[in-house]
């Protein structure tokens, strides 16, 4: 009798374990929580699906994701931490992927295009869209592939620009403003990897002009906190390839990056400094982090670690599983909603019951100090 009793409680365990969500429980699509709030998309270090070919359209179905839902969550900006390559230049051998870097870039340019015309979106510059020389300087096809003129939005709305290690204008180092429905300026600052000291400089400037003094400024940079949530600090490091392929493999070695910045420096020069910065946004290190600290203006600035390459089967997986991370930053102007959703496992009924990562550090609220 205790074992058919037991065999029954079991059965009825796993029956309930596998039976389909009640009619309440189902999952809902993505939603403001307030109707007039906007909002504003971070597309994590997406060089996992541009290495390989089954993975590409990964980012594509992602970016169209945006693009379908763009009014009605009223989606005013989309950023993202960079890394938009597996590599900036590579015609052959690579360590990790199928595809050469011209066929990323391609693909990476491709799958922005769904937004082109639609939003404005930012893409930071990771350590692997560069090429790096023995002495130390950095290169990048960014701008070859993400012309100012590729989106409409984009131009519209970019007020500076900074230079790249060849004295070129570049996306990499800009800044773009956007007036939010209830009158806040917000301004997005985009920085290169490991920017040097003429970038932070440039950057400090720029936060420092009486036109942007009443802005609320929202730093975006590739590397800057880790998953313990500590800025990043010590010697920046990078790999660099050789152009010699021994047993089928290219070279490679690390060296130091000169004239390079980590978090930490970036916190003392820049952001701590400046009253008006105000939220950090970064990727690099695979996980998710999350502080806040008051910078010399007694203001809270949060800063935002999201980077899911490793979160779809590892470094070699699929490349990050979709996910995106929404914040909805409500009309009282201070409060922003942070939700982690992947479209990947929402377009299917069948796995929508996986497509929100709900636990604390994926789903939270923070404020901005009043002004």
Known sequence: ????????????????????????????????????????????DPQGYMKRGTNQPILELMTAWIAQNAERLNI?????????????????????????????????????????????????????????????????????YFPIDKNPLNRKTIRQY?????????????????????????????????????VVAWARRITSLEEYSGHRIVLLTHAYLDTEN????????VTCYEPVVIDGRITKYRQELPDANNGEAIWEKLVKPAGNIELVICGHISGRGFRTDRNNSGRNVHQMLFD????????????????????????????????????????????????WMTDAEDEFTFRFSKR
Request: glycine residues 8%.
């Open 308 to 355: 899911a390459q490793s979160m779809g089967g590892g470094y070699e997986g699929n490349g990050g599983d979709g996910w995106l991370r929404l914040l909805e930053f409500d009309p009282d102007g201070v409060t922003v909603r942070v939700k982690t959703f992947s479209p990947l496992f929402w377009i299917s009924p069948a796995s929508r019951d996986r497509a």
């Open 162 to 198: 900074g230079l790249d290690q060849q004295g070129n204008h570049t996306q990499a180092n800009a800044a773009y403003e956007i007036t939010t429905p209830s009158g806040t300026p917000y301004l997005f600052l985009n920085m290169e990897f490991a920017p040097r000291d003429t």
């Open 76 to 144: 005013r900006m989309v950023l993202c931490t960079g890394d938009m390559v597996e590599q900036n230049d590579r015609i052959c051998n690579g360590y990790s992927g199928d595809q050469s870097s011209a066929m990323q870039w391609q693909a990476s340019a491709r799958a922005f295009s769904r937004l082109d015309g639609v939003v404005p979106y930012l893409t930071a510059t990771g350590n692997h869209d560069y090429t790096y020389t023995h002495s130390g300087e950095k290169r990048t096809h960014l701008d070859e």
């Open 230 to 237: 500590r800025r990043t600090h010590g010697v920046t490091k």
């Open 1 to 44: 009798m205790k074992q058919k009793l037991f065999f029954a409680t079991a059965l009825c365990a796993a029956f309930l374990a596998f039976a389909p969500a009640a009619a309440d429980e189902k999952p809902r699509a993505p939603q403001l929580e307030n109707p007039d709030s906007w909002s504003v998309v971070i597309i994590p």
